[in-house]
């Protein structure tokens, strides 16, 4: 079974409207963390939010989201006022182990590619 | 802070030369480095995970002594990937972690090695 699941490969949002990425995730670990990178053409993996497991609110970066439910095992990526360049593909990813920490290795979904239309 | 560099950004080698592509963390201790490899219009593969001054270990499927991954040093890895054939060519992105106070690991911005 796969451990994240990122259902949509292509999106679309007018510029300055607001998109959501799903992530949906699967694992027994009670201390996880999820992430959200951004994958422009140029190939750099760019960090853009993180969420741990036992944080009782959703995190916020700037213009980006993550609307965390835990019961539901969903991670989804909120992008409010859409620019051109956010176009690129969106990893959503998971870290499981005890401890937290940077130090564990991270799995991937497929990735949604977003297109932001002028 | 929290940069990567990866060296060369591009290579292009013939079939059966082996290439050493390097990952170095400029301003922070990496306690742990990863190496993915991306296909085009894919996901991040994980190749193995390294940690200063020991062995790495690999993730099932990849093989070690195609591979070669060392870490030398808490600002430096390598990884060599030893008699290269077509289908080695790929996009390679290392990515270290270690920083103090960071979830995330950091990436560097990618190898793309082509083997003809």
């Known amino acids: 079974a796969q451990k994240i699941t990122q259902t949509q490969p292509g999106m679309f949002v007018q510029e300055k409207e607001a998109v959501t990425l799903d992530c949906t995730y699967d694992t027994s670990d009670p201390s996880y963390g999820l992430f959200w990178y951004k994958q422009p053409s140029s190939g750099e993996m760019i960090f853009l939010i993180y969420q741990g497991s036992y944080d009782q609110q959703n995190a916020t970066e700037g213009r980006y989201s993550l609307n965390f439910q835990k019961a539901r095992k969903s991670a989804n990526l909120v992008i409010s006022a859409s620019q051109l360049g956010d176009s690129a593909m969106y990893f959503c990813?998971?870290?499981?182990?005890?401890?937290?920490?940077?130090?564990?290795?991270?799995?991937f979904g497929k990735g949604t590619l977003l297109t932001v239309n002028p | 802070g929290a940069v990567v560099s990866q060296h060369p950004s591009r290579v292009i080698c013939k079939s059966g030369t082996s290439v050493k592509i390097e990952c170095r963390s400029l301003?922070?201790?990496?306690?742990?480095m990863f190496w993915y490899r991306q296909f085009p219009k894919k996901s991040l593969m994980l190749m193995a995970t390294s940690n200063e001054g020991s062995k790495a270990t690999y993730e099932q499927g990849v093989e070690k002594d195609k591979f070669l991954i060392n870490h030398a040093s808490l600002t430096l890895s390598t990884l060599t990937v030893t008699s290269a054939h077509p289908e080695d060519s790929s996009f390679y992105i290392c990515?270290?972690?270690?920083?103090?106070?960071?979830?995330?690991?950091?990436f560097g911005p990618g190898t793309r090695l082509l083997v003809l």
């Open positions: 301003d922070f201790q990496a306690t742990t």
């Open positions: 990515s270290a972690g270690g920083l103090a106070g960071r979830e995330t690991q950091y």
């Open positions: 990813a998971m870290r499981e182990g005890r401890g937290g920490g940077s130090n564990y290795k991270l799995t």
